[in-house]
């Protein structure tokens, strides 16, 4: 009668309950900083799933303000906690403790200190040396090595070349081997990813005052978008309900109208090579502008993140601004995700590519056939084109797509919300998430944030790949 | 016509020659395919679209489709075909999702012909019509495929896959109507031409993406399928349903498979990504590629054999920017450096062996083995004489059977439900064990289990019930061990009925002679190498007269050594003990100690112990003082010895009898050995209740852990019938307590009885009451349950 004490339904409720109310209680303001709180927290009630996911998945054991705010799209929640859960804590090449750091490593790159405290703790919990803690000089010099791929995957992916992988895996004393590679280079892309995923929700920091330990010296305050975005609620308020409304419906008119027109002209428009070329350099150059603001002379770092990384200012350099170095533009149908990826992550690192595999299959055709307040859409189109503008950031190309949709789909302040979320995701602003789509519903952003975090994932990912291809043949 | 094509090829002097060559492209290759004369290849890459003409020794460069200034992505090829009609016609697939067809018969430079924008996202494939001129076929990405013909502008069909992105279609050869495409998503569909609403047919193929496929050019109803999941399949189309006939395992991704011409079972493949080498495999022997191609190294992107009609030729386009020529005779085959062999271990303790025919007549003839027990069969494949390089498959097996009365492990299954293992003291254990043993008839092993109550009870420790049986005799247990070193061994190992097994058993070997001489016969049909061995060797061979014994090996030493190898343990310890003087103040142990070889040392002949006794009471006084550790050496020794024989169940309960005392003597390794071949070997005869005893009394982490293993337990609410996946007895569907009792109806606290049929079940005193008078389930759902 173990089982019937220890599980009995009642009981376990009430444990629900009580978790429940635990995270959401102290903080006022909800999981996110972006998203008012009754939107996610109203999800959350009606979705018994959720807690289960997070039972069965949940390294830390607790419904985190991410997972809050994903459980907003739970049919993607499950493969995004049960990819991570695989990388985390199931059989792997790594280490556990190893896992944790790199993932550390990976946040501190975007300054993410949610995701850094996060890792902290888990770190310390899975065994790991607290002296590590004190910043990169403290940690075996074989961890120390994989700076140079987190600064480039996290920044400028199409940097990466075959020696990078080369110096890592060539036999010596801190070699790495390559299985254990693709393992740190899933979980560097994975936390970058996820780091531009909690600056562009404006994810809150978790309250939890019993977890703070030694180490936890990031102070919270320090980063938090939310006194950021703060700043702009009033100046936002007053915004949207002098004429936002208006104009943001006509606005939504007119996105609708355009999907129509590119879905029915499509055939009779002939665009010639150059015009298709001319288009995606165009859509890179002006990625280049679309991030007006030099942010350039305050880069934003202080001791308590920095020891994780070396060479903080390395940041995003526009790919259209490679200069000299005249790097082809990766074209994506000479290494795509599903032909060559997936098989060599695979192979190297078995199980991950098929729940990655799932993972980006599921971001891509989650659709719920709703535009804000239209329903029986197909927004396959607008999908599209904020998975292959991210794409387009990194220098991937697609034979197959016409540019031109990008420039009719994504209005200028998507675009600066989508390259800032990307490529410089800590300098996220509410005013940022709130400027764009304002007619579209919160889950509806959650799900472009879902999206770009995919899309960049697995741009980091093919670059790495490849690398690691070219080093085998 | 195409038979007559190859009659002249073959008889006019202008069979297809040449050798294994190769050319560089400027350019990574995508695709290639062969015109029908098999003097002609097209390379077709993202920066690459020309024209080879195959010579004898070279390729030459015929023609470059590469025309204009600027590169547009309509050059840019996924893939390419060449019509098999019309010389002059190919069609590209380019990465933008345009088809092209290209007509070699223009007069101007610029060859291009057609030009279809009509897919949205990039064609993987394009494929014509086998007999048709003017129908082309495409497949692409964005999850459609389209039939064109070429006299028209448009497409005359579009056929929705209702899934995602296709990535191969292939007409069939034979069915003028069919056609077969591949998708993202594992599936593949059969579709009739004339009707683009729905597919006539769709099964589940692979796990993951399906990347390619190819009609048998011979057998209409087959279907070779390759996928992401290393896999090629062999399906057979001709029943209701697509049956799977072969399967390969290859070693990555299958980017490209294709028939063998006149091959019936031969295909080859090469993969997307990590391995280049192209294999050509015997579907029926799906282990082992029967050639393999290593020439490129970079992914092989494309491969076409030259000739409709002509096995020996496979031509191949790559990633490392080469085009090569492969020669059948030029390619390395695995078989040939492999040696297949065959082990299986019966039940019972029949063996049988298979290997290469060769491999064992060449080793039974070198090295003849007295006292044969085999009974080899000797049997050959039946070769498709058309498969010349079928490597000649003949193996030989060999069964070797036990005798029926030792086959019977009557013995150890009796042992070991018998042996006491825990729970009570060391001396009640051995001696325990000890009677066990010798009532089975094991003496050596009796009188180890008594040893080893002597060694390691001392005498102060000893009950005082067992004092009682002692005989008062001045005997002690160093020399007894001599005496039965001398004189049990042999009744003991005989009485244990392994010296008949030496002898040799003839059970249905008349069968085996009569099925190997039919299989002879057929042999002489065969025109293969090999199968001309005279039927009386054969014959002889089943004799026995030579053998190479791999396990039987120690079975037979079995019956001589004990002879020696105990006497060779025993006697150092002797020795050790004669060198050490003897402690005269421990005269006082001296009447203890004989007790202790007495209580199962009666029918132990004391004879021999007599005969010693004068020598042994002086090394007793001393024998007692010793520390237990003294003797660590030698029990580990013995241990050993019993594993060594195959009486892992001496060493593994002794083992577990005598614990902390013997543990850190033996390597956890070893010790881990012995337990997990133990617990194996209980598991075979069923002993559950007593390898899980095994599991649990073990000291080593890695066997214990084995009961820590899948410890979850699967149960189906009672009410909905759908698996709980929630844990504790509320199904989180019905939200109801799934764990009532079906008889009373209460909620059953404690055992839980429950029929995996129907998920009912109760109270194990209500069920098994009711299930007396009743088979059908109590909760009247009409299942038949039962108790066992």
Redesign the interface.
Known sequence: ?V??T????VF?QFQKEEKRIRVSQPSTRGPSAFIPEKEVVQANTVD?RTN?LVEEYSTSGRLDNITQVMSLHAQYLESFLRSQFYMLRMDGPLPLPYRHYIAIMAAARHQCSYLINMHVDEFLKTGGIAEWLNGLEYVPQRLKNLNEINKLLAHRPWLITKDHIQKLVKTGENNWSLPELVHAVVLLAHYHALASFVFGSGINPERDPDTSNGFRLISVNNFCVCDLANDNNIENASLSSNFGIVDSLSELEALMERMKRLQEE??DE?AS??E?TTRFEKEQKESLFVVSRAFDDDIVSTSDVSRYIEDPGFGYKDFARRGEDHLPTF?A??YTW???G???VN?LYSDIG?LL?EKFRMVYNLTYNTMATHEDVDTTMLRRALFNYVHCMFGIRY??YDYGEVNQLLERSLKVYIKTVTCYPERTTKRMYDSYWRQFKHSEKVHVNLLLMEARMQAELLYALRAI?RH?? | MEKMARVTTALGGNTLTGRTMYCHLDAPANAISVCRDAAQVVVAGRNIFKIYAIEEEQFVEKLNLRVGRKPSLNFSCADVVWHQMDENLLATAATNGVVVTWNLGKPSRNKQDQLFTEHKRTVNKVCFHPTEAYMLLSGSQDGYMKCFDLRKKDSVSTFSGQSESVRDVQFSIRDYFTFAATFENGNVQLWDIRRPDRYERMFTAHNGPVFCCDWHPEDRGWLATGGRDKMVKVWDMNTNRAKEIYCVQSIASVARVKWRPECKHHLATCSMMVDHNIYVWDVRRPYIPSAMFEEHRDVTTGIVWRHLHDPYFLLSGSKDSTLYQHIFKDASQPIERANPEGLCYGLFGDLAFAAKESLVTADSNRKPYPGDRRHPIFFKRKLDPTEQFESVSSSALSVFETEPDSSSMGWFVDTARRYALAGRSLAELCDHNAKVAKELSRNQVAQTWTMLRIIYCSPGTMPSANLNHSIGKGSASLPLMNSFNLKDMASGMGSEARLDWSKGENRSENILLDSSATLITNDENEETEGSDVPADYLLGDVEGDEDELYLMDHENAHTEEPEYVLPQEAFPLRHEIVDNPSGPDHLQDKADSPHVSGNEAETVSLTPVESFSLISISHTLYESRLPPDFFSALVRDMLRFYAEQGDVQMAVSVLIVLGERIRKEIDEQTQEHWYTSYIDLLQRFRLWNISNQVIKLSTCRAITCLNQASTTLHVNCSNCKRPMSNKGWICDRCRQCASTCAVCHHVVKGLFVWCQGCSHGGHLQHILKWLESSTQCPAGCGHLCEYT
């Open positions: 009668m089982f019937l220890n599980n009995h339904p376990a018994e289960l499509r055939e002939e090579q150059e298709m074209r149908q000479d599903e032909n060559h997936f098989s060599l192979r098929h595999d034979d197959d291809t085998l043949t």
